[in-house]
């Protein structure tokens, strides 16, 4: 007999469902190399692809289809990282856009202003947020050259289809740069566990394949320089975006990751919920550069276009007679709250909209609430949204 318990649990997600021996059960699956004839290497459990191995298969359109399906395999049912030793034949071109990066970094941190960063220490390292867009500003002849890699857009349609969306931030770990915690990324891995379990089970199943996280080397990358570790296999754990804040789960990690090192010019690319940190700098003279790729599926985005700060303008005053006159229901007012502003933090201007004090920027609907909750008058209300509203602007 199903029971509406049972059905409540098949449906949503706790963290009072995260068993560490359900994950353990998983990574004893292992990487069978048989899978991924184009691999040359499984090293920890970690598919190594050559650029050299596979350059004739990217250039046939039916061995290159035949190769980006193993691609989907391994993010998917298989270790959910590969790496592309090579993927930049021509490491010229990589240190031209390192120049370029850096050049970006000195005036922005001459300029002053606020640091932030996701999962590590605010201003221990060096970012550059929306490096897409400001390179190809500043240096659209080396854009052109740093994007024409087929390594790229080969593993990002095998995942994601066409149509996809490039983003980019570059992150220089300086010596002695401490090692990030342990996470999982966009989208549900920006948020907290009191959020995550406020999605079904079946969105924690989506996330992972609405976007792809991939890393460029642009400096040599031995161990003791700290390239991000792994743990490979655990994207296929369904409760992962609630485990990995556990105790239990964080204390398996540092123990059970792998870590990789990287040669200037190679790339990693892994489902973006596999569990994985930005391991500790321990040199004295390695800045570590990697250009961060995350890409994002074309499906993430609404059918039409709304401009929800000014819906949420034109309802404010309803809203305040509904809260404070008619006395209506809390739940009635953010239901019409979650109708008429934006409920998603991203996509923003990280420069100026910074996730300092948590994993995302405040919403439009929570400026919304927090106005009903303070009493703003309507003036300020638009004042405010305003001001939130060229924060994320790109430039």
Same mark, same amino acid.
Not at 1 to 24: G, I, N, P, Y
Not at 287 to 302: D, E
């Given at each position: 007999?199903?029971?509406?318990?049972?059905?409540?649990?098949?449906?949503?997600?706790?963290?009072?469902?995260?068993?560490?021996?359900?994950?353990?059960?998983?990574?004893?699956?292992?990487?069978?190399?048989?899978?991924?004839?184009?691999?040359?290497?499984?090293?920890?459990?970690?598919?190594?692809?050559?650029r050299s191995g596979i350059a004739s298969a990217m250039g046939d359109p039916v061995r290159r289809r035949a190769l980006q399906a193993e691609l989907a395999s391994a993010l998917g049912e298989g270790p959910g990282i590969v790496v592309f030793a090579g993927a930049f034949e021509d490491t010229g071109v990589v240190d031209a856009?390192?120049?370029? *990066?850096?050049?970006?970094?000195?005036?922005?941190?001459?300029?002053?202003?606020?640091?932030?960063?996701?999962?590590?220490?605010?201003?221990?390292?060096?970012?550059?947020?929306?490096a897409l867009e400001k390179l190809a500003v500043r240096a659209p002849d080396l854009f052109v050259r740093y994007y024409a890699n087929d390594v790229i857009a080969l593993i990002s349609q095998a995942w994601l289809g066409p149509g996809y969306q490039m983003t980019s931030q570059v992150n220089v770990v300086n010596p002695g740069?401490?090692?990030?915690?342990?996470?999982?990324?966009?989208?549900?891995?920006?948020?907290?566990?009191?959020?995550?379990?406020?999605?079904?089970?079946?969105?924690?199943?989506?996330?992972?394949?609405?976007?792809?996280?991939?890393?460029?080397?642009?400096?040599?990358?031995?161990?003791?320089?700290?390239?991000?570790?792994?743990?490979?296999?655990?994207?296929?754990?369904?409760?992962?975006?609630?485990?990995?804040?556990?105790?239990?789960?964080?204390?398996?990690?540092?123990?059970?990751?792998?870590?990789?090192?990287?040669?200037?010019?190679?790339?990693?690319?892994?489902?973006?919920?596999?569990?994985?940190?930005?391991?500790?700098?321990?040199?004295?003279?390695?800045?570590?550069?990697?250009?961060?790729?995350?890409?994002?599926?074309?499906?993430?985005?609404?059918?039409?276009?709304?401009?929800?700060?000014?819906?949420?303008?034109?309802?404010?005053?309803?809203?305040?007679?509904?809260?404070?006159?008619?006395?209506?229901?809390?739940?009635?007012?953010?239901?019409?709250?979650?109708?008429?502003?934006?409920?998603?933090? *991203?996509?923003?201007?990280?420069?100026?909209?910074?996730?300092?004090?948590?994993?995302?920027?405040?919403?439009?609907?929570?400026?919304?609430?927090?106005?009903?909750?303070?009493?703003?008058?309507?003036?300020?209300?638009?004042?405010?949204?305003?001001?939130?509203?060229?924060?994320?602007?790109?430039?």
């Open positions: 007999m199903v029971t509406e318990r049972h059905v409540s649990q098949q449906v949503w997600l706790t963290e009072a469902d995260c068993s560490l021996d359900d994950l353990l059960a998983i990574e004893r699956t292992g990487t069978d190399p048989d899978r991924y004839p184009n691999a040359t290497n499984v090293v920890d459990g970690v598919l190594i692809y050559s856009v390192s120049d370029a *990066f850096l050049s970006m970094i000195s005036e922005e941190r001459n300029a002053g202003g606020p640091v932030g960063d996701h999962f590590g220490k605010p201003g221990s390292n060096d970012r550059i947020w929306n740069g401490a090692a990030q915690e342990v996470h999982r990324d966009y989208h549900l891995g920006f948020q907290s566990n009191d959020v995550a379990e406020q999605f079904p089970a079946h969105t924690h199943a989506l996330s992972p394949v609405l976007t792809l996280q991939g890393a460029v080397a642009h400096t040599d990358m031995p161990v003791e320089s700290g390239p991000t570790l792994y743990l490979p296999h655990s994207q296929k754990y369904l409760p992962g975006y609630l485990a990995w804040r556990l105790p239990e789960f964080r204390a398996h990690f540092a123990q059970a990751h792998v870590q990789l090192p990287l040669a200037k010019g190679d790339a990693v690319f892994f489902n973006p919920a596999l569990f994985h940190a930005a391991g500790t700098n321990r040199t004295t003279t390695v800045r570590r550069m990697a250009n961060l790729l995350q890409v994002s599926s074309a499906f993430g985005r609404a059918m039409e276009a709304i401009d929800r700060a000014r819906v949420s303008a034109a309802i404010y005053d309803d809203l305040v007679k509904a809260q404070v006159t008619e006395g209506w229901d809390p739940r009635e007012i953010d239901n019409v709250v979650a109708a008429g502003a934006e409920g998603y933090a *991203f996509p923003t201007n990280l420069d100026r909209d910074q996730p300092i004090g948590g994993l995302a920027p405040q919403t439009q609907a929570d400026l919304v609430r927090q106005a009903l909750a303070e009493g703003w008058d309507h003036a300020l209300l638009v004042d405010r949204l305003g001001e939130q509203i060229e924060r994320t602007r790109s430039a």
